[in-house]
């Protein structure tokens, strides 16, 4: 009973489909085949992944590693908030159970290496990253980012009532139709509200709160819910994963406003423990995700604005140069979290 | 049999090691952490946590829930108790095995059912209402207190129906046919006599539901937060939001605790005063009253309130779990199998959490069965001395809520010398904890029902205790045990308010994995791991009644 458990899908599932696993490494290419780390990353075994990257987009990433690598990789997907929490609980705990984390709150990086908690390490081809995606200390590199938007459902939303910029969702009319994630579980809402409270100071989201905003958890839920129809518009919506997947099938009831006054731009950093159990997979796994092959993947499929250069972006994707973008600096993230938590709990209720 | 060996010392040293494990050190340690600070001993975290004006409006709402689901459970309990216990309403049978079904189904799932049947605006519910009557008002908004305390009193009410319908049962028919001879009508017999005799358990059934609002998690979690207010258990659990408050929390929990063992002291005081004449004894035949015309306005009620339990719930989540869309109606281009591949192929959380919890459910049924048992043998043959405090142990942990019992265990074993947590075993503890009394209690039935003339008989002819235990005593409380053993399985597989505090990402339980979806809005797949979870209660249900050869809600037909 003492032992504990991983919750990735087992090795011996996998074993009939041996040839297949050759198959995918064959197809990744030769340098990746051939990496020297490879032997050592089987010998680990697998990679401890804590992700809030949305659930299904994370599921197909690491499918894909698995098949091209043969190394598990035990995924845990949550919020933000929730990742550092459970990471930095089973530490202090004594339980060593993260390789490679990655959450979308720049801060949670200052205050890990703060604590001595990330190891060094430098990606393969991390120098022609854009400067917005590097670590001067060469611990967290930017590995996705997306914008966060007002999703709204065209059912019940159209014409002049779309909303243009975020004080429109202050209008009494938007009362009880608006859902917003909670920032002690989502962390880009940590960011978000940091960054409106700069336009507009707390008065913003004192004066939201009026309209009785319905509180869910993940940054992807506002999209769902607003899509069922639930409330007619989010506060905050993710621009990837499920809201951009739904938005493009025809007749899907559902859209996103990009306002006017700036749009935040939220970064989630990947980064290396220093205590990681599995250190050779979790520098595969790094590398891995940030091939071209693969960031290519998450622009393409799940709208994912990405590290590597070379990417190109689907054509129904705003051009990040033609987007009035709000970015927070991480070390004000670090610092302010407890407080925007406590306000937020202060005017929202929970 | 000479001996000069005691062997009541085994047991108590047994006893009393295992009650340290999971009882004193947890509770001892969440006393010892709501008075401490790093600047010593101090009440500083109960000043703070009962002046800080949100949490005493968590305190405040979780006595509104509390007190006015223990008043719909009556308000529904006791008039099926009495309809299906004294008159002729028909389809009982029927009416039994839904309320069993209501009683086993987890509250937090009728919470995500009741998500898609009354959200104001998505909410099948409410569509159709709105389509009917072309409001622009839902029917309910089930994000609010009062929805809130409809959800968890459709879970709570057959803790009440149970505890009535049991003493029903003991209830001559005499006193009531007398007032019908003296010309007072079917419900003024009904109201004078029948009613004051079930008081002690009406009562007893209404502190029963309160105390099942007071500890429960899952479904405030699911709908009191989207509405932006909190319990003292979602309180509690969101104390351990980075950086964990684990002090505040312990302080948070203390009154929980006590005011659970402050109700279960009156209503031990309640059902202890036995001074009614005509109620504990079989002494005359029960006749069923009849209802005449009534019957079917009663079994139309009693049929509403059950759909609202089981049916609708059920459905929805069989439609989520079917459906692309949950809130799309189910044509044919909206059927999908993709949920089931979804849930149990693609998410890689599913498969272990299965396992585990398969695996704590299987080891704490067997381990607490066994110790229920021991515990019941002993305290009923009365084999060492002080069994009377025995008993009194095995049934105590009843008074520790979930969350409470949750908090004091990680703050035990987070730290040396026995660091559980992080492993099964801290899950394993605190079910085993959660469930010993409901295994006593149900061994406790059993060995009362197994008369020591039959060991006896057995000694006297020469057999020792030991044969006389495997020979007669066991055979004869095989189906009882079997009985308890699946009353702690249906606890285990389903918990969720001390899981949800205990687990690690490498220790996940199928509760904690809905949980985990529900954090992304991810109906079908929660859809589709609720009905999995349903199947393997039933299916436990249906061997349990197997073996007993009738339902576990008293009854007999």
Redesign the interface.
Known sequence: ??????????SSARKPLAPLVLLGVLAAGGASAQDARLPEARREGKV?W?TSL???SA?RL??RFEQTYGVK???????S??I???V???Y????K?ADVVNTSDTGHYVFLKRKGLLARYTPAGAERFPAAFKDADAMAWGWRAFPLVIPYNTRQVAGGDVPQTWRDLLDPKWK?RLVMS?P??AGSVVTQIIALEHLFGWDYWAQLAKN???????I??PG??V?????AAGVSGADYGPLYTERRKPGAPIAAAYPRDGVPFIFSPTAIMSFAPHPNAARLFTDFILTREIQQILADSEGIYVAHPDVTYPADRPKLSELKMLVVDPDEIDKRT?EV?KRF??L??? | MPSTFDRSVPVWIITAVTLVLLMILPLGWLGWVSISSEQGTTLANYVHVFSDP?LQKALWNTIVLAFWVGLASLAVGVPMAWLTGRTDLPGKRVIRALILASFVTPPFLGAFAWVMLA?????LLNKIYRGVTGSDEPLMNI?TMPGLIFVVALYSFPYVYIMIVNTLELIASDLEEAGAILGASRFRVALTITLPLALPAIISGFILAVLQALALFGSPAIL???????TIT?QIW?F?????KVEQAAAFSIPLLLATALLLQLQKRLLGRRGYAGVGGKTGARRPIPLGYWRWPALAAVFAVLACTIALPYAILTKAAFAK???QPLSWDNVTLANFH?TFF????T???I??TLELGI?TATVGAIMAALLAYVTNRRLVPGHQALGFLALAPVVIPGVVLAVGLFIAY??PPL???????IL?VAYLTKELPVGYAQADTTFKGVHPELEEAGRILGAGRLRVLREITAPLARSGIIATWCFVFIGVIRELSASIILF?????VISVVIF???????FAAISVLGLFMLAMTFATVLLMQTVLGRDFIGAKD
Do not use: C
Not at chain 1, 212 to 218: A, D, F, T
Not at chain 2, 346 to 349: D, K, R, V, W
């Open positions: 009973m003492k032992r504990s458990r991983s919750a990735s899908s087992s401890v804590h949305a659930l299904d599921q690491v499918a990789v035990e995924v845990h997907r949550t919020g908030e929730r550092l929490q459970r930095v609980q089973a202090s705990a004594g339980i159970n009880n909670h002690g579980y009785r905003v319905m509180l869910v958890q993940s992807h839920d769902r819910t899509l069922s129809g639930e409330r407890e938590k709990v202060e929202f209720g929970a | 949100h959200g104001p605006n998505a909410g994000f009191a937060l989207p509405a932006g207010f909190h979602t969101s351990f939001q980075y950086p964990p869309a949950w809130a979804f693609e998410y890689s959380a498969r272990d959490a396992i585990n080891v987070t730290k660091v559980l947590y992080g492993t099964l075993a394993f690690t990402p490498a220790t996940k985990d979806l529900k954090e992304e809005g991810q």
